[in-house]
């Protein structure tokens, strides 16, 4: 049984800074893409960051240099670190997990991020 399980969202001001976590249980995990992506009330869900199974990152543009993306293949965890957020970044948090080969993809269950002071 294939699980995503994302923690580390939550209230925190304008210009703060949260760490996500991703860890996945039932893949093989060096052998999947894995990307952040948010849903806002109201908006579609965007990409926010993707790191792919060889380590190289894309970010969409609201979010460069200020979100991090990185994994630990050894822990099966993606993290996102997000610094200097903005109201604007208010939304549902979700891991993606994409297999490089044959593009099977699986979603987490998302985490509340809200950004306001």
């Known amino acids: 049984q294939v699980q995503l399980v994302e923690s580390g969202g939550g209230l925190v001001q304008p210009g703060g800074s949260l760490r996500l976590s991703c860890v996945a249980s039932?893949?093989?995990?060096?052998?999947?893409?894995m990307g952040w992506y948010r849903q806002a009330p109201g908006k579609q869900r965007e990409l926010v960051a993707l790191?792919?199974?060889?380590?190289?990152?894309n970010y969409a543009d609201s979010v460069k240099g200020r979100f991090t993306i990185s994994r630990d293949n050894g822990k099966n965890t993606v993290y996102l670190q997000m610094n200097s957020l903005k109201p604007e970044a208010t939304a549902v948090y979700y891991c993606n997990a994409r297999h490089v080969i044959l593009s099977t993809e699986y979603w987490g269950q998302g985490t509340q991020v809200t950004v306001s002071s």
């Open positions: 790191i792919t199974n060889g380590g190289v990152t």
């Open positions: 039932g893949i093989l995990f060096k052998m999947h893409d």
